[in-house]
Antibody, heavy 118, light 111 residues
């Protein structure tokens, strides 16, 4: 069974940093592209970052480019999101989501809440 | 402001057929496939339709998708109470620095 489990969320002050993790199991992690998608309270879904299978190709949404960094460790079956210079508008539930061939975001984790507030 | 446009709400009675539209542009829906997700509040989204009209295993055939030009639709027939949720469309986007476009979501109410 495919499982994605996020961790690392919590409360942080504006300007602070946080590192999210996504532990994958039930599939060959190194063969799948991965993403981070977030959802602000009461709002819709927003894609924020993509990683190729090897981690060499990365994309970012305009709202996080230059502040967030996606990475992965295929040996540890894990995806990461390093978030720096956090702002109040980064408050959201952060999901990791897998891409399957022809299927965008075919599996999602349960999400981890990040709250940026003073 | 979402890249793809969905109606904010839709409703229907049990047994009815409802459709949810998703409008985009040439860089996303016009040149890439459309995916649909269902999200019950407080839970993670779930893939409902991929490649415009394909259902992953386990998704009832009451759910169907279609695409024409730069627009797409999700249809739900035989509406059931458990269909009450938020529905999102998404598509890859060919524009530099966009990658994926989401719709703003449609809240479906089963009356």
């Amino acid at each position: 069974e495919v499982q994605l489990v996020e961790s690392g969320g919590g409360w942080v002050q504006p300007g602070g940093s946080l590192r999210l993790s996504c532990a994958a199991s039930g599939f060959t992690f190194s063969s799948y592209e991965m993403n981070w998608v977030r959802q602000a309270p009461g709002k819709g879904l927003e894609w924020i970052s993509y990683s190729s299978t090897s981690g060499t190709t990365k994309y970012y949404g305009d709202s996080v480019r230059g502040r967030f960094t996606i990475s992965r460790d295929n040996a540890k079956n894990s995806l990461y999101l390093q978030m720096n210079s956090l702002r109040a508008e980064d408050t959201a539930v952060y999901y990791c989501a897998r891409n399957a061939p022809f299927e965008l975001f075919d599996h999602w984790g349960q999400g981890t809440l990040v709250t940026v507030s003073s | 402001q979402s890249v793809l446009t969905q109606p904010p709400s839709a409703s229907g009675t049990p047994g009815q057929r409802v459709t949810i539209s998703c409008s985009g542009g040439s860089s996303n829906i016009g040149s890439n496939t459309v995916n649909w997700y269902k999200q019950v509040p407080g839970t993670a989204p779930r893939l409902l339709i991929h490649t415009n009209n394909q259902r992953p295993s386990g998704v009832p055939d009451r759910f169907s998708g279609s695409k024409s030009g730069t627009s797409a639709s999700l249809a739900i027939s035989g509406l059931q109470s458990e269909d009450e949720a938020d529905y999102y469309c998404a598509a890859w986007d060919d524009r530099l620095n966009v990658y994926v476009a989401f719709g703003g979501g449609t809240k479906l109410t089963v009356l």
